[in-house]
Every structure is written in structure tokens, then in C-alpha cells.
Nanobody, 124 residues
């Protein structure tokens, strides 16, 4: 059973930056999803088990950067934030299992574990 601990959310003005972190208890393929009020949860970014591949939803490409350190903490650096980035952000983890270590997973149903969620609010 994975343990995922998210941190770093908060309030920031439009155009600013924020970094959210997810400390994982082991090595997994990781993803960040978000859910804004009244909207469905959506994929934001993902990183493969071996860190070879990352993927981003179109609306954050060029603004968000996903990375992982040697302690299995995943960082989502969010730059040039917009009010429409306001949401609860969730960190998800997927066991390697029989999957390719280079795969990035864009559906929440492919993941095995969820973090508790962290609020990111971007003001105008």
C-alpha cells in the first residue's frame, strides 16, 4: 500500500508560480490530476516509472514541469498560473506491475493509489 503525501498548495496571483509536491513511499508511475468546482477531474501531468517520459495536458504545456527526485518525491512546478488553474490537485501512483516502465498514464482509472488532494487557488 503506497503512502502519498501532498504539500505546497495555496493561494497565488495570476501570473505567479507555485510548486506542489507528492512524497511517495516507493517508486511508481505518477500522475497529477485536478478537479475544479463544478467540473470533472482531469489529467494534468504524468511521469513514467523510469522518469524517461512525461506528458502534459495541452492547457499546461509550456507552463508546468513535472519532475522526481531520488527520494521518490514528485514535484509539479506551475508557472504563469491562470485563474482557470484553480482546483484541488491530486497525486496518483501506479504500481509498475506488467506495465512498461516508460509508460505515462492519462486516466485516473489506471492508477492504484491516491493522495488526499491539495487546494491551489489562483486569484485575478
Amino acid at each position: 500500500q503506497a503512502r502519498l503525501l501532498e504539500s505546497g498548495g495555496g493561494l497565488v496571483q495570476a501570473g505567479g508560480s507555485l510548486r506542489v509536491s507528492c512524497a511517495a513511499s516507493g517508486r511508481y508511475a505518477m500522475g497529477w490530476f485536478r478537479q475544479a468546482p463544478g467540473k470533472e477531474r482531469e489529467f494534468v501531468a504524468g511521469i513514467s516509472w523510469n522518469d524517461v517520459d512525461t506528458d502534459y495536458t495541452d492547457s499546461v504545456k509550456g507552463r508546468f514541469i513535472l519532475s522526481r527526485d531520488a527520494a521518490n518525491t514528485v514535484y509539479l512546478q506551475m508557472n504563469t498560473l491562470k485563474p482557470e488553474d484553480t482546483a484541488v490537485y491530486y497525486c496518483l501512483a501506479k504500481e509498475l506491475g506488467s506495465s512498461s516502465p516508460s509508460s505515462v498514464f492519462g486516466s485516473e482509472y489506471e492508477y492504484d493509489y491516491w493522495g488526499q488532494g491539495i487546494q491551489v487557488t489562483v486569484s485575478t
